[in-house]
């Protein structure tokens, strides 16, 4: 329990460090791969791993269906939201965005669709019933908030100011 405290802590809630707006995101990784191509490389990683722990319960398939209902609803929803704004949905260039996106889904998390995607691959390793699946997830969720989540804070912090940081006070960036 108390990792999984540590977890939630450093990933989920923990605040943006402020850095000077000319300094670049720190790794050659940040902003690289496409959320999208990242979700698929995981979703095969979580197919190939071995069932080390199976996970076979009553039950499963439901909540395997909801969950991957809800990560559906979360990703479209966020994409609504930036279609109804006219602005990118390009993860990889996160300062052409002309509109900071507050309303809809995005009063509930700061990334919908990440926030989508995993739970879509939570649904995926239940469905295939593999406990190491959930490692996957965890590390999936890590990857984002280091070389994505962060990095693009950062630009949308540049771009919008005060209004972002205000925003970032009122809303988590998962849940």
């Known amino acids: ?3 999984a405290q540590r977890f939630h802590h450093h990933f989920i809630d923990s605040p943006m460090p402020t850095r000077p707006s000319s300094q ?7 902003l690289r791969v496409p959320p999208l191509a990242l979700f ?12 080390l722990l199976p996970i076979r319960r ?12 809800l990560g559906g609803g979360f990703c479209l929803a966020g994409v609504l939201e930036f279609r109804r704004a006219r602005t990118t949905v390009n993860p990889v260039n996160p300062a052409a965005s002309s509109a900071l ?5 995005y ?6 669709m990440y926030l989508g995607f995993a739970l879509l691959l939570l649904a995926f390793a239940l469905g295939l019933g593999k406990l190491s699946g959930l490692l996957a997830v ?4 890590a990857y984002l908030q280091h070389f994505q989540i962060r990095p693009e804070e950062a630009a949308l912090r540049t771009r919008f100011g005060a209004a972002f940081d205000r925003y970032c006070q009122q809303v988590r960036r998962w849940l």
Do not use: C, K
């Not at 698929?40 to 069932?51: E, G, H, N, S, V």
């Not at 996106?101 to 889904?105: A, L, N, Q």
């Open 1 to 3: 329990m108390l990792a």
């Open 107 to 112: 009063r509930l998390t700061r990334n919908p």
């Open 40 to 51: 698929a490389l995981f979703a095969a990683a979580i197919w190939l791993l071995p069932d």
């Open 58 to 69: 009553p039950g499963a398939g439901v909540a395997a269906t909801v969950l991957a209902v």
């Open 101 to 105: 996106v507050v309303r809809g889904v």
């Open 138 to 141: 965890m590390v999936f969720m």
């Open 24 to 30: 670049q995101p720190s790794s050659w990784l940040s």
